[in-house]
């Protein structure tokens, strides 16, 4: 008896220092590292994508990411590794390559937790006219109401972006652009006949309206 339970006093911890301890030592740096390698990624991209991944405007327009629905952004991110979407601003967004798909996912799911304000700087005037082409339409274009898939507040939904707060400038050029940016991947479709039968300043009004929203 006595023998056991020397046999379990002593063998038991050791047993337990030497399986159980550098495991979850080994799994506790792994964590930490990976959260390091998570937390610089961000850092990297609010460079760019402004303090909490609220857009910037500088010599180039960055977009909002901040509120953005995960599905989107992953979306997005794959378009832009696989080359059916462009960067218009040249070869900025290739600087994703590199970051795989957990990573990727890890990034969507921390810009969709982000709430700061919009950025705002849009001509007011535009806002009222915006709201209505957003809310209803516009019949006499074949233009569908925006809300249908974007949402009521424009809060987006899985693959339907999130546009509330978006930059007035980001959102005309994303239109304006579509084909010649967008033409390639098979979640943009639906969008190429909506930005095509917008003119100019109806682009202009609705990005007015949608950089207001919260
Ligand atoms: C050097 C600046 C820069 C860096 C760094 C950068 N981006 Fe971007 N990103 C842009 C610009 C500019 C655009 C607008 C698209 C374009 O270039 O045409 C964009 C577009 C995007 C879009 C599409 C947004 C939309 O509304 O469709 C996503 C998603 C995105 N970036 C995610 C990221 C993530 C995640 C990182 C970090 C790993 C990152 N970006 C790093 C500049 C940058
Ligand atoms: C039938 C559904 C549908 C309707 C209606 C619709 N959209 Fe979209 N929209 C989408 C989808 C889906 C995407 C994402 C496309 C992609 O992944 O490339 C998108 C993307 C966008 C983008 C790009 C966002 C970004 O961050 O780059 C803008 C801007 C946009 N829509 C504006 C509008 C406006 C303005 C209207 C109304 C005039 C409208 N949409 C109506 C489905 C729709």
């Not at 301890?21 to 610089?40: E, F």
Request: glycine share 10%.
């Amino acid at each position: 008896m006595a023998r056991q339970h020397i046999v379990f006093a002593v063998l038991l911890p050791l047993a337990f220092l030497g399986l159980v301890c550098p495991g979850v030592v080994r799994a506790d740096a792994g964590a930490a590292h990976y959260m390091r390698g998570l937390r610089a990624k961000l850092e990297y991209c609010t460079d760019c994508h402004g303090s909490s991944g609220r857009g910037y405007r500088g010599f180039y327009v960055m977009p909002r990411l901040a509120g953005q629905t995960p599905e989107y952004i992953e979306n997005q991110l794959r378009a832009f590794l696989e080359g059916t979407r462009q960067s218009h601003t040249g070869m900025i967004m290739s600087r994703v390559h590199g970051i795989g798909p957990a990573m990727r996912s890890a990034l969507a799911d921390r810009f969709a937790d982000l709430n700061p304000r919009p950025y705002g700087r849009a001509p007011g005037r535009l806002a009222e006219r915006g709201k209505q082409i957003y809310e209803e339409g516009i019949p006499d274009a074949n233009v569908p109401a925006c809300s249908v898939c974007h949402g009521p507040e424009a809060e987006g939904q899985g693959p339907n972006p999130r546009l509330a707060g978006q930059l007035y400038a980001y959102t005309i050029e994303a239109l304006a652009n579509w084909d010649r940016e967008r033409g390639g991947a098979a979640h943009s479709k639906v969008m190429q006949p909506i930005a095509q039968s917008l003119s100019r300043s109806e682009m202009e009004a609705v990005a007015a309206y949608l950089s207001t929203l919260n």
